[in-house]
């Protein structure tokens, strides 16, 4: 029992797989079509819980044995892959900061799938969004669980994969898939940060691992600047810090549990704990912490401004929940990390209650919050800046999305009008010759193919129906002599005894 | 030219606001859900023509679908019998006129109806033919054959003339039922709706937000046109997208919105005839928005101070409208072009129009639609030859004559395999045969198709709730002396408690009334900042009675006031500044995290003992408090809505008590105890609250009215005041009151410590058994809700529904009225020992005591409306959740404390949310009153309201004789017409029988344990 208890750590994977486990049931239920109708949602709930519960319940354990003894720490579980330079494994982080987050998380995952079951009964997308959650909840526990970057960047990608799924959760209305779409590709801003980062940790520190790159102090202050700009990027796009902010806002489309757990609570703190996470790499480089504050005050700035206009309640709420993110921006940059780290637990903590009871707005408040100071009130242009949120979706709309479009559109077309002409589609042939018309091809393969046929059956042509007199009929005709010869010769006696004696000779 | 021509276009705008309060939704602000006809502005129109001519304006679909009525063909909910008997209902001519050789007009319909008018589109037909046995399928072939040599001879015509006399036909569609915007989309695919939603929704919200945002337009005292246009001409987003010059145009706007409406109009449509028709159109784009923006011009009172004009939005619209539809058409066309020049355009150039058109049509085949958009979005970005349009349209006009073939020929073979024709018949079927076949089947229009399809849906249960009068009939029996008369509300929900209670104590007799209880008055709680109306929505009270702490309690109510005020101002500060506030925001957040995940951790896990503790540790901390009421008035003073007379003079309760009394026919044979039980709703995290609350009481909780009925009935003087009048109430009797929660099956008490101690052993009793009765009535609501325990014990299902209403995850805390379906109105002997599945509104009169007819008038006055109003916005919401509904609650969103959005930019939904109407079957309502027919048509005749009502089918009106089982059915055509038919009933010991394991609506069945 002790030492069944003392290797609990090395279980950890459980964790965030308990969740796939259950998102890989569901879907080929949902596959399979077994799970229709109102009988099959239980089900669907109850796997979801249960994988959640258990990743709760692990938590717990492990959190119990790093109090009674110390945090386990770094674990390497598993080779990944790698080459001579470098590696990356399957790592995991048992710290104080993983384990808090990672068993608050846990709490809040379980608490809000167990919510959702009632309040999504009988939704046409009541499994998928079950998929969408437990796979969120995978991979938020393997960004908080993580011990190496590469493997916190599967889990930073899942999170994004599953927002964008549950944004676009009603998916018949425009403004959803939309936004939807608007969400994943500003964020995908953040992860080029990532990559870079995790590309240049590969090449100048030869791996990956969380406790490898706070010894970073050995490559040189620019490199370093380098290497932590990346993940900066990285986490204020995740975080929605400026100038990444506008995603977040465009974000409440989907049910009001998963605004609750992705934009309220959880998803949206994730920034936070990578920056949490990097800390001994941070302090080595003032000015990126310098521009940290900056860009947390800034975000405070305009999302206060932006939270005294909103008229409806889930943005109301989106906007105060990034004030007090860039708070924890501005704390960290300012090397209050402890106090952040406490600020960002509790302010999971209430947000997620305060998100998933938006709809008593009308119960728990009774009169119009006080407005702001005088000189702020009547000023009309910062009024219209913060209730066109500083036009920063139409700017990120205008320098992301539009781009984007552009870029898959041009690609669309060059496939269109080069690839699929090369490639060839079925039942597009044109004939190629004017006078053989059955023989119909498309795209460089089929012409290829009409070519190759093209020139058999000119051989066959030549040699076989062109009939008598042709130079291949002569020569077959002189060759079929002189195989009847050898034939004839073969058949005698000697010619056979002479044979069968090569043969031995050539066995022995 | 009419009179309304001739007058300044000012008062004309007017009018036309004025006329549009009869099409917008009108919804008030969402605390005071009150439920009404969806379409109560065309209420003066008969049913079927006010949905016709809904659906034309809004493009809403105002029946179920027929595939929907066909499902319930097949699972029995409609027979053949109802189909045939609705043909006849509605008035078909020359039913039994033969069509082609042995099959009548009839026959043809029937097989219509069951085939269906839907034809597979180009894709579906083509896969059917591919992977099924269309192919070989003789009859489909043989029409197609017929059907595909019929046409070309018909259309000779040129597709280029084909095209331009739609597009022609399209135009002429502009103002009338659509906008340029619907045009533009229909050629371009894009929505310039989206974009003005956009971008008015942030500033409409802003201008009506009645207390989340802090900050208001600095504008806003200026009214809504001045306010916007004070942010827009600040506003960068007219340079990002791309509309450098919307900048100055609203910066040279004239300051009056007349006066940009006046100019901005002329330039959307030339004609002046079609302005109103117009601006209609557009108010109707965003409904939702503008229903509530002339909700709030028209109840300035119910605002915060904030002007409302209508003219202030039409300009902003118009305008918008204007500015971003001239920017479309520059992209559509490639250079600007004047609206008006728009048809001329696309008149020179049919095959662009044909390729566009053709887009949206269903009959374009797969390949042609991928060409085809492909072609519209290159469009889109670059020129595009006018060549490369002939070419594409070229190929898509065979497939447009091709497709109608194909229609028809799929229609005319479902039609006669219904007919059961043989491959015989079908060879000997001539030309006209065939065409006069078909000219019978599509006779009748898709609108009369549904109509129809509704009343043989209505029919069948009618057929069914007839039976149960008729067998009830020679049951009824009162008992002479009962142990307690119980007044409930009529809604339907109590039929389930008063069958239960009258299962439990065969000696009770229930009553059931509208729930205000005849006392419209303004009620002022004692934790109430302001006071409320509980009375209908269409009443305005003069009264006021306000609730206080008893006698010599002064100092601990003001204590319990201060804790109380304190304990709320601590918890709106932690909503409102975690939220707001820059410094003790965060503080805040802090000091209630713990609390608030402790909270959610329990409120999820167990949601009914966290709510009672939190109840509990609410009151100890305000503390208890013993009240009474402010009830009488010591004379009669002016009053005003505004400024109410405090309390109820004697005269005025005796009025009060004499007319309800009289009203429901309890004037001889008191019980020892009458309990008024009122009713409300309790639920949380349900922004639609209010709409499972009292009707009657304007969607607020009838226990108040109640209990001052019981108040007032108690006090000797107006005890006197009725013996004067003739109505002897002996002392021997005792009013009690109380309040049902619908939501959880509890009820609460009132002033029981006021009860003579000769009532206590009787009170005791009708305590316990209308405890029992709601445990019961909740064992049987939890039949139709999937995550309730299948087949609970009575106490184990009160648990339940004590979890569910204090579950904040619980979208469905109750389902409301859904399937409320029939009102009775009579005295409850004709409706006690059946089971009416809680889809009855059950009003108590006493035909005998009644013989000039004037209370059944007013009760008919006054519930009429109200179970319309309730039946037809279930109806509504029903058969189109997402026009006339409010669409699924998951994504809703609070806005400004008077809506809900789906998400954070969409139109202001109204209506019904679907989670309330998901099981309902949407029926109009059947009114069956106990009096003879002559009463009723003298009523009728001289009652324009009920004439609206009835005459034009908003509700069907039926009589059931005082005296013998006969039932006679109003028909506004036809006049009185007798039913007959089979009155054999299933028959059970209890409710609980019937209903047990099943969980779909039920048909009437004789309870034989509910009457004694």
Same mark, same amino acid.
């Given at each position: ?11 950890? =994977? ?16 949902? &596959? ?43 674990? !390497? ?55 969408? &959650? ?40 425009p ?67 400026? $100038?990444?902010?506008? =995603? ?59 939270? &005294? ?43 997620? =209650? ?34 066109? !949120? ?35 589609? $079925? ?23 009409? =070519? ?25 005709? !002189? ?30 | ?22 099409v917008l939704?009108? #919804? ?14 065309? #209420? ?9 001519a809904a659906s034309a304006l809004t493009g809403a679909t ?104 739609r597009w022609a036909e399209l135009c002429g569609r502009v103002g009338k039922a659509w906008t340029w915007r619907s045009l533009l989309e229909h050629l371009s695919g894009e929505d310039v709706l989206e974009r003005v939603r956009s971008?008015l ?63 901005e109009l002329?330039r959307l449509v030339a004609d002046?005839?079609l302005w109103p028709g117009y601006l209609q159109r557009l108010s109707l784009e965003l409904p939702g928005w503008s ?23 039409l300009?902003?619209r118009v305008l918008l409208e204007r500015l971003l539809s001239d920017d479309l058409l520059?992209r559509l066309t490639?250079?600007?072009l004047?609206l008006a020049d728009l048809p001329?355009h696309y008149?020179?150039? @049919?095959?662009?129009f044909?390729?566009r058109d053709a887009l949206h049509q ?14 519209v ?7 595009? /030859? ?36 043989? @491959? ?19 006779? +009748? ?84 900042? *302001? ?192 013996? #004067? ?111 009416? /599945? ?21 009760? +008919? ?21 997402e026009r ?23 139109d202001?939904?109204?209506? +019904? ?61 036809? *006049? ?37």
């Amino acid at each position: 029992m002790i030492p069944l208890l003392a290797n609990l750590p090395e279980w950890i =994977w459980l964790v965030p797989v308990l969740p796939l486990v259950a998102v890989v049931i569901n879907a080929a239920r949902v &596959l399979l079509g077994t799970a229709t109708g109102d009988a099959a949602e239980p089900l669907t709930a109850r796997l979801s819980s249960l994988a959640a519960f258990g990743g709760l319940a692990l938590m717990l354990a492990i959190d119990a044995l790093a109090l009674i003894d110390a945090p386990p720490g770094h674990l !390497r579980l598993a080779h990944w892959f790698g080459n001579g330079n470098w590696e990356a494994t399957f790592s995991f982080m048992l710290d104080p900061l993983s384990l808090t987050l990672g068993t608050l998380t846990a709490l809040i995952g379980w608490l809000v799938i167990r919510f959702s079951a009632n309040y999504l009964h009988r939704e046409a997308g009541f499994h998928r969004f079950f998929i969408g &959650l437990s796979f969120f909840l995978a991979g938020i526990q393997i960004v908080l669980l993580a011990g190496n970057g590469l493997l916190a960047f599967v889990g930073w990608e899942m999170c994004g994969v599953s927002s964008f799924l549950l944004i676009g959760y009603a998916w018949h209305r425009p403004v959803a898939t939309g936004n939807a779409l608007f969400a994943f590709i500003t964020n995908r801003g953040g992860d080029a940060g990532f990559l870079l980062a995790l590309g240049l940790a590969a090449t100048w520190l030869g791996g990956f691992e969380w406790t490898l790159l706070s010894k970073a102090s050995q490559i040189s202050v620019v490199n370093d600047r380098l290497l932590v700009v990346g993940f900066v990027i990285a986490a204020l796009a995740k975080s929605a810090q400026l $100038p990444f902010s506008a =995603w977040i806002t465009k974000a409440l489309e989907g049910p009001t549990p998963s605004s609750a757990i992705f934009y309220g609570a959880v998803m949206v703190h994730a920034g936070v704990y990578l920056m949490l996470r990097l800390e001994p790499l941070l302090v080595q480089v003032p000015d990126v912490m310098f521009g940290l504050v900056v860009a947390g005050a800034l975000t405070a700035i305009y999302a206060w401004l932006c939270g &005294l206009v909103q008229t409806d309640v889930k943005s109301a709420l989106i906007f105060a929940t990034l004030f007090q993110v860039s708070l924890m921006f501005v704390a960290i940059g300012l090397g209050w990390t402890t106090l952040a780290l406490v600020h960002l637990c509790l302010h999971a903590g209430w947000r997620v =209650w305060q998100f998933l009871i938006a709809p008593s707005w009308l119960v728990v408040t009774r009169e119009r919050p006080p407005p702001p100071p005088a000189w702020l009130r009547n000023n009309q242009l910062l009024y219209t800046a913060a209730l066109q !949120r500083f036009w920063l979706d139409k700017l990120a709309d205008t320098l992301f999305v539009q781009p984007t479009a552009s870029f898959s559109r041009d690609a669309h077309a060059f496939e269109e009008h080069f690839i699929d002409h090369a490639i060839g589609q $079925p039942g597009q042939g044109k004939a190629v010759h004017a006078d053989r018309p059955l023989v119909v091809a498309d795209g460089l393969p089929g012409r290829l193919l009409a =070519w190759a046929s093209d020139v058999l059956q000119r051989i066959e042509y030549r040699l076989l129906l062109r009939g008598k007199g042709g130079t291949a009929e002569k020569l077959m005709h !002189r060759a079929g002599a002189y195989l009847r010869t050898l034939e004839n010769l073969l058949e005698q006696p000697r010619y056979l005894m002479m044979a069968v004696m090569a043969t031995f000779v050539v066995i022995l | 030219m009419n009179a309304e021509d001739d007058l300044p276009i000012g008062e004309r705008l007017a009018h036309w606001v004025e006329h549009l309060t009869h099409v917008l939704p009108a #919804q008030a602000p969402i605390r005071d859900f009150v439920h009404h006809n969806t379409l109560h502005g065309f #209420q003066q129109l008969p049913f079927a023509e006010a949905l016709s001519a809904a659906s034309a304006l809004t493009g809403a679909t105002a029946w179920w679908p027929e595939a929907k009525f066909r499902e319930c063909l097949a699972s029995g909910r409609i027979c053949a019998d109802d189909l045939n008997a609705a043909l006849d209902d509605f008035g078909v001519a020359d039913l039994d006129a033969p069509v082609i050789r042995a099959l009548s007009r009839r026959d043809v319909l029937l097989a219509s109806l069951l085939a269906g008018n839907d034809a597979p589109d180009a894709s579906r037909l083509d896969w059917l033919r591919r992977e099924t046995a269309l192919a070989d399928d003789f009859i489909f072939g043989h029409f197609f054959r017929l059907t595909v040599a019929m046409p070309a001879a018909a259309d000779a015509q040129p597709w280029q003339a084909l095209a331009q006399a739609r597009w022609a036909e399209l135009c002429g569609r502009v103002g009338k039922a659509w906008t340029w915007r619907s045009l533009l989309e229909h050629l371009s695919g894009e929505d310039v709706l989206e974009r003005v939603r956009s971008i008015l929704q942030r500033h409409l919200a802003a201008h009506l937000d009645l207390g989340v945002a802090a900050w208001r337009n600095p504008a806003q005292r200026l009214g809504f046109f001045a306010a916007w246009r004070a942010s827009a001409g600040f506003d960068l987003a007219w340079e990002m997208d791309e509309l450098p010059n919307v900048r100055d145009e609203i910066l040279h706007l004239p300051d009056s919105p007349l006066d940009v409406l006046l100019e901005e109009l002329p330039r959307l449509v030339a004609d002046e005839s079609l302005w109103p028709g117009y601006l209609q159109r557009l108010s109707l784009e965003l409904p939702g928005w503008s229903g509530m923006f002339l909700w709030r011009e028209r109840h300035p009172g119910r605002g915060d101070g904030t002007p409302v004009a209508m003219l202030d939005y039409l300009a902003v619209r118009v305008l918008l409208e204007r500015l971003l539809s001239d920017d479309l058409l520059r992209r559509l066309t490639g250079g600007p072009l004047p609206l008006a020049d728009l048809p001329e355009h696309y008149a020179a150039r @049919p095959e662009e129009f044909l390729v566009r058109d053709a887009l949206h049509q269903a009959w374009l085949p797969e390949e042609l639609q991928g060409r085809a958009a492909g072609l519209v979005d290159q469009a889109r970005h670059e020129h595009v /030859d006018a060549e490369d349009w002939r070419h594409l349209a070229a190929a898509i006009a065979p497939a447009m004559l091709g497709a109608q073939a194909a229609n028809a020929a799929w229609q005319l073979a479902s039609l006669s395999r219904q007919l059961g024709l043989t @491959p015989v018949d079908l060879e000997t079927l001539s030309g006209e045969e065939v065409a006069a076949l078909q000219a019978c089947a599509g006779s +009748l229009r898709a609108e009369q198709r549904s109509q129809i399809w509704l009343l043989a849906y209505e029919r069948h249960y009618r057929q069914q709730l007839f039976a149960a009068l008729t067998a009830n009939h020679s049951r009824q029996a009162a008992p002479a002396t009962p142990s307690a008369q119980v007044v409930m509300c009529m809604d339907d929900r109590e039929e389930g408690t008063r069958r239960h209670l009258e299962e439990i104590a065969p000696d009770i007799v229930t009553y059931g009334a509208v729930g205000f209880f005849g006392v419209p008055i303004y009620w002022q709680g004692v934790d109430d900042a *302001g006071k409320t109306a509980l009375c209908p929505v269409v009443v305005r009270p003069t009264q006021l009675v306000c609730e206080q702490g008893v006698a010599g309690a002064e100092i601990e109510q003001e204590q319990r006031a201060a804790r109380r005020e304190r304990r709320l101002h601590w918890r709106e500060r932690f909503y409102q500044a975690t939220r707001r506030r820059a410094v003790a925001g965060p503080i805040l957040t802090a000091l209630g995290s713990l609390p608030a995940l402790a909270a959610l951790t329990a409120a999820t896990l167990a949601p009914g003992w966290f709510a009672e503790t939190a109840r509990r540790w609410r009151e100890q901390y305000d503390g208890r408090l013993a009240t009474r009421l402010v009830l009488t008035a010591e004379r009669k003073i002016e009053a005003t809505p505004e400024q109410p007379q405090l309390g109820l003079t004697d005269s005025e309760q005796i009025k009060y008590v004499e007319e309800f009394l009289r009203m429901i026919g309890l004037t001889a044979h008191f019980a020892p105890l009458i309990l008024m039980l009122g009713h409300g709703s309790g639920s949380s995290n349900n922004p639609h609250l209010s709409a499972y609350d009292c009707g009657a009481c304007s969607g607020k909780h009838g226990g108040p009215n109640a209990r001052i009925f019981a108040a007032m009935a108690n006090r000797p003087e107006v005890r006197a005041g009725l013996a #004067q009048r003739g109505l002897l109430i002996p002392e021997s009797t005792w009013f009690v009151a109380a309040e049902h929660n619908t939501c959880d099956d509890g009820v609460e008490w009132y002033d029981l410590d006021t009860v003579p101690e000769r009532f206590h052993a009787a009170l005791d009793t009708l305590l316990a058994q209308v405890g029992e009765a709601c445990r019961a009535h909740a064992a049987e609501r939890c039949r139709r809700l999937a995550s309730a325990p299948v087949r609970p014990t009575p106490w184990k299902a009160r648990q339940h529904m004590l979890g569910r209403a204090s579950d904040i995850s619980q979208a469905r805390p109750e389902l409301g009225h859904a399937n409320n379906a029939a009102a009775f109105i009579g005295r409850r002997e004709m409706s006690r020992g059946l089971f009416l /599945d809680r889809r009855v509104f059950l009003i108590s009169y006493d035909p005998t005591g009644d013989d000039d007819g004037a209370i059944v008038e007013d009760i +008919l006055l006054a519930a009429g409306p109200v179970g319309a109003g309730i039946a037809l916005e279930y109806y509504f919401s029903t058969v189109d959740n997402e026009r006339f509904g409010c669409g699924s609650k998951i994504t809703h969103n609070i806005t400004g404390l008077f809506g809900v959005m789906e998400g954070a930019d969409s139109d202001l939904r109204t209506g +019904l949310p679907w989670q309330m109407v998901e099981i309902h079957e949407p029926m109009r309502l059947l009114v069956v009153v106990e009096q003879t027919t002559e009463r009723l048509t003298a009523i009728l005749n001289r009652q324009p309201p009920l004439q609206e009502l009835i005459n034009n089918e908003w509700i069907v009106l039926a009589a059931k004789s005082p005296s013998t089982a006969a039932i006679q059915l109003y028909c506004p055509r036809r *006049g009185w017409l007798p039913w007959t038919g089979s009155s054999v009933l299933p028959q059970v010991a209890h409710s609980a029988d019937w209903f047990a394991g099943e969980s779909e609506a039920l048909a009437p069945a004789i309870i034989l344990g509910g009457v004694r």
